[in-house]
């Protein structure tokens, strides 16, 4: 059922939406009472403040940047960290504070690819280019990557205004901005995403090798040509650290859906 955007807020009662696909739909302040919500997938999802009462919770799976949430009274967040600390014993070391530090942190980084990769080379390469429920591919995932390395290392760090390849690619909502790649249809091989990798990776191990404690306490100067980010200055510190976190977890996505495409093969 398609509705068009009034003015006055629209009341849904006892009307069946079953499988309604709502995008770029605001809800802020909704109130859902007595909904079905089973099976539904939320996807870039503003979640900011939402109260659930009375609700039956099962199988449930959030994933996202996640600051706070309060079960029965007590922030779980905390406990989920500690946990992924104990699961994945590198992460402390991923959060770091002087300049030595950000090095070993990007060792780390480049160990994990290294054995990530050579896994993904034991796949048929067609498997490379396969979506897991919905997610990036592997290939798809390398090329983000090398965006996110374009848009906070050669753009916001070292001022570079047009640093992208054709390869880049950006999130799946990114608004098109002239000059940004945007190709969502291109299949290069798992070589040629590496080449842009790698070079891109060999960008961040030139910056970490050179950054000093007085660097890292430092701001970056804004680039002011459109791209991504936008003209700000940032901290040295969180932009290497948003790269870091990238890394990280679009390892961890890549090795959850490479232990898919393994049991499929």
């Known amino acids: ?34 909904v079905r919500l ?35 009274g007590i922030d779980v967040i905390p406990l989920v960290e500690a946990e992924l600390d104990r699961r994945h014993p590198e992460r402390t070391e991923l959060r770091p504070t002087d300049a030595d530090g950000f090095r070993r942190a990007w060792t780390i980084i480049e160990h994990l690819w290294t054995d990530t990769v050579a896994r993904a080379r034991g796949l048929d390469a067609a498997l490379l280019h396969e979506q897991v429920d919905g997610e990036w591919s592997f290939i798809e995932t390398l090329r983000h990557l090398a965006f996110a390395t374009d848009c906070w290392i050669n753009r916001v760090l ?5 640093p992208w390849h054709p390869l880049d690619l950006p999130w799946d909502e990114a608004p098109d901005v002239p000059g940004v790649p945007h190709d ?18 060999a960008t ?14 430092g701001s970056t100067e804004p680039v002011l040509e459109p791209g991504f980010p ?30 898919v495409l393994s049991a499929d093969s």
Do not use: C
């Open 204 to 217: 961040v191990r030139r910056v970490v090798d050179d950054l000093t404690d007085e660097l890292l306490a």
């Open 38 to 72: 089973g099976g539904a997938t939320f996807h870039d999802v503003d979640l900011s403040g939402v109260r659930f009462r009375a609700a039956w919770v099962r199988d449930v799976e959030i994933g996202g940047e996640l600051e706070s949430l309060r079960i029965h």
């Open 1 to 34: 059922m398609r509705r068009t955007v009034k003015a006055m807020a629209d009341e849904f009662f006892q009307q069946h939406l079953h499988g309604a696909h709502f995008r770029q739909v605001d809800l802020t302040g909704a109130r859902f009472e007595q």
């Open 230 to 259: 936008e003209s700000e200055s940032f901290p040295v510190r969180d932009v290497l650290r948003v790269v870091l976190n990238e890394e990280w977890w679009h390892r961890r996505f890549a090795e959850r859906d490479l232990d």
């Open 184 to 201: 969502r249809e291109v299949r290069p091989s798992l070589d040629e995403a590496l080449a842009l990798r790698n070079d891109r990776m």
């Open 158 to 162: 070292l001022g570079d205004p047009y």
